[in-house]
């Protein structure tokens, strides 16, 4: 039985996250520990599903801290010590629900995730009637919001209201971040005009998922104000989207890079390390080498997983300092979880000390970029991914060659291309970034598809 994706399950409620499903996984997991956190976003569907998790994880002897309705960040670090259980979707559609695990602020890793899987299959029991556990409401919103605008104050030198000057448009997607984005900025000195903040499980203002396509009245607002930036989020704001004064959106490895390079040049680490994704950009790697630290990969949706790799592997003098992927960044100097109002504060410092979002840009070499689906039905991906193992480095002698998730050429002009299979759908995902990205795309669609018809 396979339930848990690259961000816990997720699906439709009406076949996939059933009431019936949040009971059996419930029950599951409240044999991992004695107290679980249990919040959610504001879908329509979250009561429901929130109130079947808790009977589960009651009915299996643990006990509960039912928080509400809050961002899963929040739900994050209030599992900080415990355990928790986060019911979202995040950028799914308002019909999709989901559960994600959290071990003292860390997701869930594969492991866990399987004995969860196992437990469900073989429908583990409720423990006896009078072993059951009990229930109890806590409030952590506003715990969580200051520890974030403490954690903004101090970055790089206290300063109590270091957004002071600063003029931000936030828009919250009737998601989550209405709860928390806008009151940790304006509490950090900034002016904030919030759009959509109200919170609406039906996404009316725009779809959860926030793209430059989806985001057209946060892009015409900038036009037609006078800000420093932009910023939006998802369904549960664990996701940033930053837009530049004149509404363009910035490209989600560029924001990475900004980041990352922060991070490292502020590390006092003897080894400062960023953990990233195969499909983030070598814009990331350009910045953490010039300002003396290095990168590390791991697969899509386990940075959890290689910030403990790299821990576990590294020496005294190694840190990880930052850890992302496009669109979701792991801060881990607050905390080790995915925290999209964390990153809006940090980037709104960065600019204001910066004047400007033109100067964090300045240095970043912004190539443009292009992502590619080829057809291929799920049984020829192995072979498939087999032969570019050898006919990719072929294609692109030039370049060096990692195969750890997938096959990616990183070329000397600082341009690459990554290949992938993708996890859930009949197709091989193809990633590029070069000055001429199209030429690029080109040939590498032409080697994945001949290896693709090979391998049928």
Request: proline share 6%; with cysteine.
């Amino acid at each position: 039985m396979t339930l848990f994706g690259t961000a816990g399950i997720r699906g439709p409620v009406a076949e996939v996250v059933t009431p019936e499903l949040a009971l059996s996984v419930g029950r599951a997991a409240g044999l991992d520990g004695e107290t679980f956190v249990v919040g959610r976003d504001g879908r329509e569907t979250g009561p429901a599903l929130a109130a079947a998790m808790e009977a589960g994880l009651e009915s299996a002897g643990a006990d509960v801290c039912r928080v509400g309705q809050l961002p899963t960040p929040a739900l994050a670090f209030a599992s900080q010590g415990r355990r928790g259980v986060m019911i979202t979707a995040s950028h799914n559609p308002p019909a999709d629900n989901g559960i994600k695990m959290f071990d003292d602020g860390v997701e869930y890793d594969r492991d866990a995730e399987e004995r969860l899987e196992g437990r469900v299959e073989d429908e583990t029991p409720a423990v006896a009637w009078d072993e059951w556990g009990k229930g109890h409401r806590e409030a952590v919103l506003d715990q969580y919001r200051a520890a974030v605008v403490e954690y903004a104050r101090d970055l790089g030198g206290r300063v109590e209201e270091p957004l002071t000057g600063l003029r931000v448009a936030v828009d919250c997607g009737t998601g989550m971040a209405s709860l928390a984005t806008p009151q940790v900025l304006e509490r950090l000195g900034a002016e904030v005009v919030a759009l959509n903040a109200n919170v609406d499980g039906h996404f009316p203002a725009r779809e959860s998922k926030p793209t430059p396509e989806t985001l057209t009245d946060l892009v015409a607002f900038l036009e037609d104000g006078d800000f420093d930036l932009g910023i939006a989020h998802d369904g549960d704001a664990d996701r940033i989207v930053v837009a530049a004064p004149d509404g363009e959106i910035v490209h989600e490895d560029t924001v990475l890079a900004m980041l990352a390079g922060h991070y490292t040049r502020e590390s006092g680490a003897e080894d400062p390390v960023v953990v990233t994704t195969p499909n983030a950009s070598a814009r990331i790697d350009e910045q953490v080498d010039a300002a003396g630290g290095r990168v590390e990969r791991v697969r899509l949706g386990a940075l959890h997983e290689g910030i403990a790799r790299e821990q576990e592997a590294g020496d005294e003098g190694t840190s990880i300092v930052f850890a992302a992927e496009p669109w979701k960044h792991i801060h881990t100097a607050f905390g080790g979880w995915i925290d999209g109002v964390v990153s809006a504060a940090v980037v709104s410092r960065l600019v204001a000390e910066q004047d400007g979002l033109d100067g964090l840009r300045a240095p970043i070499t912004e190539r443009p970029y292009r992502k590619v689906s080829v057809d291929c039905p799920d049984h020829a991906k192995p072979g498939a991914m087999d032969r570019l193992a050898t006919t990719l480095p072929e294609t692109f002698p030039d370049g060096s060659v990692d195969t750890d998730y997938g096959v990616r050429i990183d070329r000397p002009d600082g341009s690459w291309v990554l290949v992938r299979p993708s996890g859930t759908e009949p197709y091989v995902r193809v990633y590029a970034e070069s000055a001429e990205v199209d030429a690029l795309v080109e040939t590498a669609v032409e080697t994945v598809e001949a290896a693709v018809e090979d391998a049928r």
